[in-house]
């Protein structure tokens, strides 16, 4: 992937050799949005992005796979229902669930691509307010186990983007308390529910901590001079999304920062 | 050519938002016999030919794998309209 660089090249700092061995598969859908900022992201957390294809039929030999945001099929029947039945979605849920436990990352419509995908439970629908938002988030990292959360630290808050129209995280009780009682809430939203969400979730991860998804875009904060704090300074910082990235490469190449 | 119609709505537990939006329009236009409103989702999937048992088995299996989610959905009607 080429991709001119806004105000220098996408190169981390100070970032372990290491993992630039890691390879992060980056899914493009018709319709989707932010695959280059992830695939960005990727780079900037030091690691190899490498551009998959919703049609593949094969998942080749990436380490992880990031599904980014955006309007796959226009969100037409539901948002994420069209793309949950293409061709590679089928390799990634199977690899997801395979003993290897491929790390899985989801965000925004990549959230409701695992849940239409039963990777995740629940689902995600209209903002209780109808409208689209796009605001700066504070979230609230409430599992740090998980293969994407792993360089934060429990309970830290951090500010990243939000932008969505359907992002209303629901679930029945029963499974919304068994999500609370195995810690599988990964992140909340604090200070405000932006959409109506239950019990102000932000993003869940699956039992094994290998497959995450979250409304918000943590591929949008990961660049000084791109993030929330130049907007307006809420007290977040630029690259609070960053962590993600790091966290995963760091558990593929074993551990060592 | 026959069609099979399918109906979706949305789980009666669950908020309906676009419904709830309707429900406060009505009354702005003279509308206000109308306590609530919930919208839903019609499908028609058009047969070339015969709609067998077997035919109406695949639609009713795409009704609830592909056109509904069944944690927000529910499929209410699936039944053959012929043209």
């Not at chain 1, 849940?115 to 903002?127: A, R």
């Not at chain 1, 307010?129 to 605001?135: D, G, Q, S, V």
């Not at chain 2, 795409?62 to 043209?83: G, H, M, R, Y």
Request: proline content about 6%; overall charge negative.
């Amino acid at each position: 992937m080429t991709e001119l660089p806004l105000i220098g090249e996408a190169v981390a700092v100070a970032a372990n050799p290491r993992l630039a061995g890691a390879k992060i598969g980056v899914v493009t859908f018709p319709g989707t949005l932010d695959d280059r900022d992830a695939a960005r992201a990727v780079r900037l957390a030091g690691g190899t992005a490498v551009e998959l294809w919703h049609g593949d039929t094969e998942l080749g030999d990436v380490d992880a796979v990031v599904i980014p945001g955006g309007f796959s099929y226009g969100d037409y029947l539901r948002a994420g229902a069209i793309a949950r039945f293409a061709p590679l979605m089928s390799k990634i849920i199977d690899a997801a669930n395979s003993d290897a436990k491929l790390p899985v990352l989801g965000i925004c419509n990549g959230f409701q691509i695992l849940t239409e995908s039963h990777l995740l439970p629940g689902s995600m629908i209209k903002n209780d307010h109808l409208k689209f938002l796009c605001r700066d988030q504070v979230l609230r990292v409430e599992n740090n186990t998980t293969a994407w959360t792993l360089d934060y630290e429990a309970g830290q808050e951090i500010t990243i983007p939000l932008k969505n129209q359907d992002g209303q995280y629901i679930a029945d009780e029963k499974t919304l308390d068994a999500l609370e009682a195995e810690g599988r809430v990964a992140f909340r939203y604090v200070g405000f529910n932006p959409n109506g969400s239950r019990r102000d979730i932000a993003g869940i991860t699956n039992a094994a901590g290998n497959v995450v998804g979250l409304m918000p875009h943590p591929e949008h904060a990961t660049e000084p001079g791109f993030g929330p704090e130049s907007l307006d300074g809420i007290g977040g910082s630029d690259t609070d999304g960053l962590g993600f990235f790091t966290s995963v490469l760091t558990k593929i190449v074993g551990g060592d920062k | 050519m026959p069609r099979i119609v399918v109906d979706v709505m949305p789980k009666p537990e669950i908020l309906d938002p676009q419904g709830k939006a309707i429900v406060g329009a009505l009354p702005r236009l003279g509308f206000t016999s109308f306590s609530s409103v919930r919208q839903g989702k019609r499908f028609e999937l058009t047969v070339d030919g015969e709609v067998t048992e077997e035919i109406l088995a695949q639609a009713r299996n795409a009704a609830e794998t592909l056109l509904s989610n069944p944690v927000i959905e529910d499929v209410v009607n699936v039944e053959v309209v012929e043209a």
